[in-house]
Nanobody, 123 residues
């Protein structure tokens, strides 16, 4: 059974940093792209970043480029999202997901999803 389990969310002040993690299990993800999405109350689920598991290539939404960094640890089967220079508009539930498509930003292209972790940035 495939499981994606996010952790590391919390409350941080504007300008601060936070790292969220996604522990993947239940299958081999070497042929997958791993993505992070976020959803604020009353808004759609938006793409944040993705990483190709096999070669580590990355892709970012314009809104987070230069502030967020996605990475993966192959040995630990974990994907990370390092978030720096956080803004109140980054407040959302952050979801980890896995897709067979390379670097898709379309949430419908993702096959597996985690339960989400809350990130709140205070002003």
């Amino acid at each position: 059974q495939v499981q994606l389990v996010e952790s590391g969310g919390g409350l941080v002040e504007t300008g601060g940093s936070l790292r969220v993690s996604c522990a993947a299990s239940g299958r081999t993800f070497s042929s997958y792209t791993m993505g992070w999405f976020r959803q604020a109350p009353g808004k759609e689920r938006d793409f944040v970043a993705s990483i190709v598991w096999s070669n580590g290539s990355t892709y970012y939404a314009e809104s987070v480029k230069g502030r967020f960094t996605i990475s993966r640890n192959i040995v630990e089967n974990t994907v990370y999202l390092q978030m720096d220079s956080l803004k109140p508009e980054d407040t959302a539930v952050y979801y980890c997901a896995a897709s067979r498509y390379v670097h898709t930003s379309w949430h419908g292209g993702y096959e597996f999803w985690g339960q989400g972790t809350q990130v709140t940035v205070s002003s």
